[in-house]
């Protein structure tokens, strides 16, 4: 999903919509003008339009739909729908998307016909720009640079994120001719953007705020992105100007790159235009400027000192363009605050919310702890979401975040995988685990931060784009203040929409949300006995980490797992809870077992008596749990050897016997033979606690039911349930309905070709699908070695468009094929569902259970890891 805005702005000659002025109207000679190949299909049409918009659920009347293919999807599908919601006309590159009756112009390529306009009104009306790139601080900077032109010029400014070379494109459908100036915004995210930016917008100046590590998958590293970034120096005239960090060494060696003349701000003594004595309060930024012997006091009312740099380069623009400094001056205290850049809002209980929520960079992370270690507070809160796009430098990035976070504040939120990273780096550094918090949803994130607001407590919260940490914030606000006014991503297409970026094209979408929800239910059900959530095979296949903290937070209290490996993984990521080995551990597994903490299922005396060497040898103690035999005949102590085994353990040093366990094999079925056989399990457990009882020897914690025992059996609560499949919220058998539990797992993938077959073409290998009428056929990148079952039986249909598509040929490694010959419109890119819903249709685990003959829980614990899962 591109962070790229949906509709060029509704702007006035001013910039940002202002009822006085005229609004901006594209004009269909210059658009044909730029794109000399133009075709206009359709009825005839004004031929001026309000603005450019590419997501139809945004179209208004008058608007020009641009239909955009992207990686992700293709625009022209859509074409019927945007002219529906009154587009005046659509613009596309396939005639035959366009409905009867929609006017609309057709180019080769819409992107570039967007951009040759762009290029053509920026030539034609000739403003002068000023082009401004970083990895961070672009959008402030570009905010007080305008202002202050302002004061003397008509200026456009690309508002809000039209940063990107598509943002800018249709940006450009604001630009007026009485624009003078245009400050715009660059930012990229591969080589070669700022090349395409520049065609668009030739720059008379060019700012480079700050290099570092971003888009790292694209650059490779740091160096790469100040490649790309100082792209933009090698396009000013002689005449224009250069303005460089002079903090930034990276920046300052990109001077060479300019024909302009340079100039630098910064700090550093010798930056020509220096901040010197910066101090942050609540109510902004205030130092003193140095120029060429000039001195000034500025003042910003944004917070943090790196709003020092962007108003010494706003001071520096002013010059070029021939502002009066003190004018400049005059208009950087006036500016207005910028969604999601730090913004001070009123939060719940009398706190303030630094919302700094548009996007992170290490960077930009960094410099919002500093600036939250400048403010006067109590209590100091940070909630930080992921950085994304950092490769293989992600893990250390985030540590650093982390060590950094330990320094500054006294509580400490996290959202999402990778910021986990924040959260142990933090712990290591030395702060109180208990002050830290591991959450995967931006629910959980402020909920988890509510608890500790109050009058005297600020919170900052960050992350990138891709957590949505702007929904942390808008569940923190405090009452009266409307999110819709104060927050990023707040139209209609970002909140309708979730940005999934897997590594492969088939994924896992997890519901965390789903699962605590499912986990509370549990939890009440269980009543007074404790809750053990199962997380065997990496959860059932839903991720193990996530779903542990979901779990802990919504009710559960210990975690139970198969293997000392699964355990190894909790502890990794810090989960401190309880958690029981339930299989079986070898001896030689002991030492690790005792080092982690576990607890351990035991059921011989030798693996016992191995497990209590191990504990002593560490000096310590190791807790078992008691597995009886009570009829299933997998693991346990035979009924009548428990009262022996217990004493004998209870006789061994370093061992604690602190539970006492079975296992029901038959609770699932409802049948009167089901019910027979769990009764008579029960009867048997029964007896041993009663002897176990008589003789003083009980353990503390008794347990029995899993999913089918807590729904079924009132009888076997005990101390403690250990629910499994329920948590995920698939039923444990056919006979034991889950109501009000949410299936948590969606398995998806993209079409990667569309085939057009004749009659008597074939599929796959071996030739065993063979087409009998004229057919289409899709390829799906997923298969077998996904987990996606090839024999003897596998899925029988998919969803492709919300309609069923039948597998056809051989399920292969890799790749499965589907017939959408009676799917219309499909085609490369489509989201395809495994499991899941899809428009009205619903494909659930339990019915492919049913095609291939096999339980729920082997179809989704049977999903490989290499599919990637989404929280």
């Known amino acids: 999903m591109s962070a790229s805005p949906a509709c060029s702005p509704r702007v ?58 992207t990686q992700r999807g293709d625009g022209h599908r859509f074409v019927a729908d945007a002219f529906s919601r009154g587009a005046d006309v659509v613009l596309v590159d396939d005639p035959a998307a366009v409905p009867d009756g929609c006017p ?73 001719p009485e624009h003078e100036v245009a400050v715009v915004e660059m930012a990229t995210g591969h080589f070669g953007e700022i090349d395409a930016m520049c065609a668009m917008a030739p720059p008379e100046v060019g700012v480079v705020t700050a290099v570092d590590a971003a888009h790292l998958v694209a650059f490779g590293d740091v160096d790469g992105v100040a490649r790309e970034k100082g792209a933009l120096l090698a396009h000013l005239p002689p005449d ?25 701000f910064g700090t550093a003594v010798d930056a020509r235009y220096r901040a010197e ?23 910003v009312p944004w917070l943090g000192a790196h709003s020092g740099s962007a108003a010494l380069i706003a001071l520096a623009v002013a010059d070029h363009f021939g502002i009066d400094r003190t004018v400049a001056v005059e208009a950087i205290a006036e500016v207005t605050h910028v ?87 933090a712990v290591r550094a030395g702060m109180a685990a208990d002050r830290v918090a591991i959450t995967f949803t931006p629910e959980d994130a402020a909920d988890e931060a509510a608890g500790r607001l109050g009058p005297d407590v600020t919170v900052l919260v960050k992350g990138s784009a891709v957590a949505r940490m702007e929904r942390v914030v808008e569940r923190m606000l405090a009452d009266g203040q409307e999110a819709g006014d104060l927050l990023v991503r707040q139209d209609r297409a970002w909140q309708s929409i979730r940005i999934v970026r897997p590594g492969r094209p088939t994924w896992l979408e997890i519901d965390l949300a789903a699962i605590g929800a499912n986990v509370s239910a549990l939890a009440e059900r269980a009543g007074a006995a404790e809750t053990m959530v199962v997380l065997k095979a990496d959860a059932y296949g839903h991720g193990a980490v996530p779903v542990a903290h979901t779990a802990l937070r919504y009710g559960a ?51 016992a008596l191995e497990l209590g060497r191990a504990a002593r040898a560490l000096d310590s103690t190791v807790t078992v749990h008691v597995k009886v035999d009570t009829g299933m005949h997998r693991l346990g102590v035979p009924p009548g050897d428990v009262p022996g085994f217990v004493a004998e353990l209870q006789r061994v040093d370093g061992l604690e016997v602190g539970g006492l366990f079975t296992h029901f094999a038959c609770a699932d079925e409802r049948s009167p033979a089901g019910v027979a056989a769990t009764d008579r399990q029960m009867a048997v457990f029964l007896e041993v606690i009663a002897e176990l009882k008589a003789d003083g020897a009980l353990p ?19 101390d403690l349930v250990r629910p499994g499949i329920a948590v995920y919220g698939l039923p444990p058998g056919p006979d034991v ?135």
């Open 557 to 607: 209290t210990r975690l139970g797992v198969a293997c000392v490996p699964e355990a190894r993984a909790l502890r990794d990521a810090g989960i401190r809870a309880p958690v029981l080995v339930l299989g079986h551990t070898p001896g030689w597994q002991g030492r690790e077992a005792v080092g982690l903490d576990l607890a351990l299922a035991v059921f011989d005396p030798d693996t």
């Open 277 to 299: 004595h910066i101090s942050v309060d609540p109510d902004g930024t205030t130092f003193r400027s140095q120029v060429d012997g000039w001195t000034g006091d500025v003042s």
């Open 339 to 425: 969604p999601g850049r730090l913004r001070p809002l009123r939060g719940v209980a009398g706190s303030t919310i630094l919302d700094d929520t548009y996007n992170a960079a290490p960077r930009s992370v960094h410099a919002g702890l500093a600036t939250l270690a400048l403010l006067p507070a109590g209590t100091r809160m940070a909630v930080l979401g992921e950085m994304a796009e950092l490769a293989g430098e992600s893990e250390a990035l985030h540590r650093e975040v982390g060590r950094h976070a330990a320094e500054v504040v006294d509580y400490l939120v996290t959202q999402g995988s990778a910021a986990a990273w924040i959260a142990d780096a």
């Open 104 to 176: 609309a112009l057709v180019v080769e390529d819409t992107v570039a016909a967007m951009e040759r306009y762009g290029a053509h009104v920026v030539r034609t009306w000739r403003p002068r720009v000023v082009a401004i790139t970083g990895t961070v601080g672009k959008t402030g900077t570009k905010e007080l640079v305008a202002d202050v032109l302002a004061t003397r010029f008509e200026v456009f400014r690309t508002p809000a994120n039209y940063s990107g070379r598509f943002g800018l494109a249709v940006a450009l459908g604001g630009l007026r």
């Open 700 to 718: 503390p914690l008794v347990h029995a039911s899993n999913s089918a025992g807590l729904l079924c059996r009132e009888d076997a609560l005990f």
């Open 12 to 69: 006035g000659r001013h910039g940002p919509a202002d009822a006085e002025f005229e609004p901006a109207m594209i004009l269909l000679d210059d658009f044909a003008a730029a794109n000399p190949a133009l075709e206009v299909m359709g009825p005839p049409h004004s031929g001026r339009y309000a603005r450019f918009c590419f997501d139809s659920r945004l179209v208004e009347a008058g608007d020009l739909f641009v239909a955009v293919r």
């Open 737 to 871: 309905p889950v109501p009000g539990l949410r299936p948590a797992l969606a398995w998806k993938a993209q079409i990667a070709q569309v085939h057009d077959l004749a009659v008597g073409e074939s599929v796959g290998y071996g030739h065993l699908w063979t087409a009998e009428r004229p057919s289409r056929v899709a390829t799906v990148p997923v298969g077998y070695a996904d987990g996606l079952r090839r024999a003897p039986s596998t899925w029988q249909y998919v969803l492709v468009r919300g309609r069923r598509a039948p597998l056809v040929g051989r399920v292969s490694m890799d790749q499965i094929s589907i017939d959408v010959t009676d799917v219309e419109g499909t085609q490369r890119g489509d989201e395809v569902v495994l499991i899941g819903r899809q428009g009205a249709e619903e494909l659930p685990a339990t019915l492919v259970a049913e095609w291939i003959g096999t339980s729920c829980y082997e179809v989704v614990a049977g999903i490989l890891a290499r599919v990637p899962r989404v929280n």
């Open 240 to 264: 224009g100007l250069a303005v460089l960090a002079a903090d930034d060494p990276r920046v300052l060696g990109l001077a060479e790159r300019s024909a302009a003349p340079v100039v630098t």
